[in-house]
């Protein structure tokens, strides 16, 4: 198991920038990390991943805006938000898997943080 506890978010205007982080109890074996997001009333959707490799995917809607990347010294998941837009607000979770080699069905959960975007 792996405990995830994110922090970072808040709210924002438009246009502006955060950057979310997350702690990871452990970095051993981790195959892939991962961000989510859920808005109200809304499906949780994978906004961004990271392989051990260092390789990333993104959901279009971020691409260019969002960055994720890792520091594996400090066992932190980051992700830098830029040029935030009000469709970006949801509250966002990090998400590990730990000895499953793949970047799909996560195992592991932090509890969120909120990001809020006013236009």
């Known amino acids: 198991q792996v405990q995830l506890v994110e922090s970072g978010g808040g709210s924002v205007q438009a246009g502006g920038s955060l950057r979310l982080s997350c702690a990871a109890s452990?970095?051993?074996?981790?195959?892939?990390m991962a961000w989510f997001r859920q808005a109200p009333g809304k499906e949780r959707e994978e906004v961004a991943t990271?392989?051990?490799?260092?390789?990333?995917t993104y959901r279009d809607s971020v691409k260019g805006r969002f960055t994720i990347s890792k520091d594996n010294a400090k066992n932190i998941l980051f992700l830098q938000m830029s040029s935030l837009k009000p469709e970006d607000t949801a509250k966002y979770y990090c998400a590990a898997n730990r000895y499953l080699y793949r970047c799909a069905d996560f195992r592991n959960w932090g509890q969120g943080t909120q990001v809020t975007v006013s236009s």
């Open positions: 452990v970095y051993t074996d981790i195959y892939c």
């Open positions: 990271i392989r051990r490799d260092g390789s990333t």
